[in-house]
């Protein structure tokens, strides 16, 4: 029983194949790979012919990937050849948003748990557990807000107080920015506990 030996990737790549040029009226060993179609069409290895390296020069001097195309197939090539044609989408149209119904999965009702006691019954009662600093309450009687406010509730106040107290809109007023000083005290004690 004889083996016949099978040729590694690095014969075929060393130029030891045992293929004849592609080109008509050649006999030389066709030794360097060239495509028949465009990249695109290409798919395994019947999609490939071989030249010697006279013919594959010939060949690299005639060969045009764009043969065959229409200019605006052409120019939509060039565009998706930026990003390596993989999709893409405009900047900030594809940003992570809060669902307004909280659909996730919450086997142990923790959600619940932070926002209030739940009775006998299985329902849940409007009692706060949170318990908040004396400075973060202080900060929130500043901004005029109620324990619980959201971090968004909380830059929307600021913005709302900056504008009506800031010195300019107030001629300069020592009082409006005493005011504001204290507002922006508040709005970074609130921003800071609610980032730790």
Known sequence: ??????????????????????????????EFRAPKTRMLDRGGPEDYQ????????EFNKAWNFFAGMSDEEILRYRTQDITGHRPTWKLGSRTATLRADH???????????MAGVRT?????????????DPKARAA?????????????????????????YHPDIRGGDKK????LKNINQAYTHLRSCANS
């Open 103 to 113: 659909s996730y999965h919450d086997p142990f009702n923790l959600r619940e748990e």
């Open 176 to 179: 409006a920015e005493e005011i």
């Open 1 to 30: 029983m004889s083996r016949t030996r099978k040729r590694s990737l690095d014969d075929i790549f060393a130029g030891k194949t045992q293929k004849q040029c592609a080109h008509a009226d050649c006999s030389e060993a066709g």
């Open 120 to 132: 006998e019954n299985g329902s849940a009662e409007t009692k706060s557990r949170v318990s908040l």
């Open 50 to 57: 071989w030249f010697c390296l006279v013919h594959i020069r």
């Open 140 to 164: 929130l009687a500043t901004l005029n807000l109620e324990p619980g406010s959201s971090l968004e509730q909380i830059k929307r106040r600021h913005k709302e107080l900056a504008k009506k």
